[in-house]
């Protein structure tokens, strides 16, 4: 990468945390996204791999128009670095802002591999990350410790399936908040889904959880997106923005239609109290152990003439 293309990159990465600060949401078109994770590192054929990684996932343990797997990982900006952490059972609660069916319930996720972990591209989007959220303020949640350095980062690699027989629902809960400070969503790839699915939109925290994409208030809706194209990205404040989404609907019914997603979670650890209290350990994961070099902050740098990161920045 030449020194000059970082910059630029760099300078992009700065106009897109300008526009996040200020208005509490961003929407990446995949285009620029590709543009700014090269220079994060990202390799074209781990670009392509990308698109794919969706095709080996596992059936999701609530949700039976769901394929899914899960990775935790932590923001551990004192060394510059993101490591994979352990294993751990998964919570959401109507506490925080998540009404469905298995709200409160313990999930189990099959966990994402080395083929997304491993992939330079993956690694780019969480150095991505963490220069658009580093440094920002936001309106605190309840039990989250914020005095600890530590940021924890869940994600998730997801395939919403509509059939003949069922609707894919992206957001089967309606209105809601994913429990964490900043959320980030990445399109992968779709297959026989109409131009019309899957629309996001954003509300103002005062819409009522659990209300469908369709039968909230207009005049709460502060955004409205959609992820059409490869690297298509959102990140939302999650303490600030309510959200909801339209289902995936086929353009031939009579043959399944998929879109598949990466779901970046991050927050701060929780305190006692809190429904995932048991599952919050900042321990290294073992057997996929992982260390990823984090970028310095953008604002720090000194834009021209930095040097680009070596891409597959992994240390085992």
């Known amino acids: 990468m030449h020194d000059s293309t970082f910059s630029d990159a760099m300078s992009e990465v700065l106009e897109i945390r300008e526009h996040y600060v200020r208005d509490r949401a961003v929407f990446v078109a995949g285009a620029r996204m590709a543009r700014v994770l090269r220079a994060l590192g990202?390799?074209?054929?781990?670009?392509?791999?990308?698109?794919l990684v969706s095709d080996h996932l596992a059936p999701d343990p609530t949700l039976p128009f769901r394929e899914s797997k899960n990775g935790r990982f932590c923001f551990d900006f004192d060394r510059s670095r993101a490591y994979?952490?352990?294993f751990q059972p998964f919570a959401l609660s109507a506490e925080e802002d998540f009404v469905r069916h298995d709200s409160g319930q313990t999930r189990v996720f099959?966990?994402?591999g080395d083929d997304l972990q491993g992939n330079s591209a993956f690694q780019a989007l969480l150095a991505f990350k963490s220069l658009i959220f580093r440094g920002m303020t936001t309106v605190p949640r309840p039990k989250l410790d914020y005095d600890n350095p530590s940021?924890?980062?869940t994600v998730f690699n997801l395939r919403t399936i509509s059939t003949p027989d069922l609707v894919g629902e992206p957001a089967l809960e309606g209105v809601h908040s994913d429990g964490v400070d900043h959320t980030m969503t990445t399109f992968l790839g779709s297959e026989n889904m109409t131009a019309d699915s899957a629309v996001t939109f954003l509300h103002d925290m005062r819409e009522k959880n659990a209300t469908r994409w369709n039968e909230t208030?207009?005049?709460l809706v502060v955004g409205r997106h959609q992820h059409r194209h490869f690297l298509d990205t959102l990140i939302v404040v999650d303490h600030e923005r309510k959200h909801s989404l339209s289902p995936v609907s086929a353009v031939d019914e009579r043959l399944p239609a998929t879109r598949d997603m990466l779901i970046f979670f991050t927050r701060k650890p929780v305190l006692e109290g809190h429904i995932s209290y048991p599952y919050d350990s900042l321990r290294a994961h073992d057997r996929l152990p992982t260390v990823i070099?984090?970028?310095a902050p953008a604002t720090e740098r000194t834009l021209?003439?930095?040097g680009a990161p070596a891409a597959g920045g992994i240390t085992p």
């Open 42 to 51: 990202a390799t074209d054929e781990d670009l392509e791999k990308l698109k």
């Open 84 to 86: 994979r952490l352990e």
């Open 110 to 112: 099959e966990e994402i």
């Open 151 to 153: 940021w924890i980062c």
């Open 217 to 219: 208030d207009p005049e």
């Open 293 to 295: 070099e984090l970028p």
């Open 304 to 306: 021209v003439g930095a």
